[in-house]
């Protein structure tokens, strides 16, 4: 891994039991600059991966890796170049936007008279630098989100983690939240959960689906003409359509 010109996120027979049941099993990936879709229904593993790749839950087994070097050991190291937006993201409803990013910008170190620029532009990169005086609870749910994504990429991460991004979200808040994702992709590596295909069909580079924990197709996204009969008929096969 190491020598490559962009980072790499790999992980090596990651493994994470709970009670004797195992959520994910021995599942080996590579995730590269790009969007990476991690589809598969509910309780197929998604979110258990997306935890444990962004440090909030540890394995059983197996590693993670960031430019050939195990997660575990670069600690902030890797912190700091990694961002996360949980499915379901905590926050206060009766704080204002540019508090809440105040807040975020110092959980992740972020200081100096530049901060406040920096969180401006990023407001003003998802289009939501006006509603920084409004608090949260006022916001609706497309503009909520793209506030909590702007407060991910606020310190210009290399690895940016979506965890069903567009669950609560209309039709017309689904579509400018692919734009954004897209966009985000262009110069990091966007690992998108979902259990929806149309979120990420027209916008993955990569897609890995996974069923019971484990892995059964890794793919490029091109020539698959439609994505929902793929994905059913991969499940169906247990991943021998490929």
Do not use: W
């Not at 839950?57 to 590693?63: D, R």
């Not at 009766?94 to 910008?105: E, G, K, P, Q």
């Amino acid at each position: 891994m190491k020598g490559k010109k962009m980072p790499l996120l790999h992980i090596e027979n990651l493994t994470k039991s709970y009670k004797g049941k195992k959520a994910l099993d021995a599942v080996t990936l590579d995730f590269t600059v790009g969007v990476n879709a991690l589809l598969g229904a509910n309780g197929s593993g998604k979110s258990t991966m997306m935890n444990i790749i962004s440090t909030a839950l540890s394995p059983t087994g197996g590693a993670v890796y960031y430019d050939g070097r195990e997660i575990c050991s670069l600690g902030t190291e890797y912190r700091k170049v990694m961002s996360v937006l949980f499915q379901h993201q905590p926050y206060f409803p009766s704080v204002t936007v540019n508090d809440y990013m105040l807040y975020n910008a110092a959980l992740k170190g972020m200081s100096g008279k530049d901060r406040q620029a920096v969180i401006d532009n990023s407001l003003k990169r998802l289009n939501v630098l006006d509603c920084k005086a409004k608090k949260l609870k006022e916001l609706s749910g497309g503009l909520r989100q793209r506030v909590f994504i702007a407060q991910t990429i606020m310190n210009e991460p290399q690895v940016i983690i979506l965890d069903e991004p567009s669950a609560g979200l209309d039709i017309a808040e689904r579509e400018e939240l692919k734009k954004t994702i897209k966009s985000l992709g262009e110069n990091a590596i966007v690992i998108v959960s979902t259990h929806i295909v149309s979120d990420i069909e027209d916008i993955s580079d990569t897609v890995h689906i996974i069923d019971n924990g484990k892995v059964i197709v890794s793919r490029k996204n091109e020539g698959i003409e439609d994505m929902s009969r793929y994905y059913l008929e991969v499940i169906g096969k247990g991943g021998a359509y490929a």
